[in-house]
């Protein structure tokens, strides 16, 4: 006899979803020994290792983007150029992102939420 399959079409998820379980998520806040509100002026890509730093030691991180939310297209594209490079390398971590006015980004680890 086979075990019955799980269907792996378009909407359906490959492996069942568990449940998220709330002791468990304390336990894993409780490894922490202290969660940091970092800031940073984001001026360069060289501002990218900060971020990603912060959010692997479970920190949040608020970005002040003045700077290159200037209007200019020049400005515009580098922040999104940098904004692209944190996504992608914070991806592991699950990390949210999110902007919070013109002047702030906020980016935080898998467990604070939005």
Do not use: W
Request: aromatic share 8%.
């Amino acid at each position: 006899m086979s075990s019955p399959r799980v269907p792996l079409g378009v909407f359906s998820p490959a492996v069942q979803a568990a449940e998220p379980n709330p002791q468990h998520e304390f336990k894993r806040l409780a490894e922490l020994e202290h969660i940091f509100i970092r800031s940073r002026r984001l001026r360069s890509l060289d501002d990218v290792p900060f971020v990603v730093n912060e959010i692997r030691n479970g920190n949040i991180v608020l970005l002040d983007i003045t700077q290159l939310n200037d209007g200019r297209e020049q400005s515009y594209l580098e922040l999104k150029r940098i904004i692209e490079r944190i996504r992608g390398e914070t991806r592991g971590y699950q990390a949210d992102i999110a902007l919070l006015n013109d002047s702030c980004l906020v980016v935080t680890p898998s467990f604070v939420k939005f």
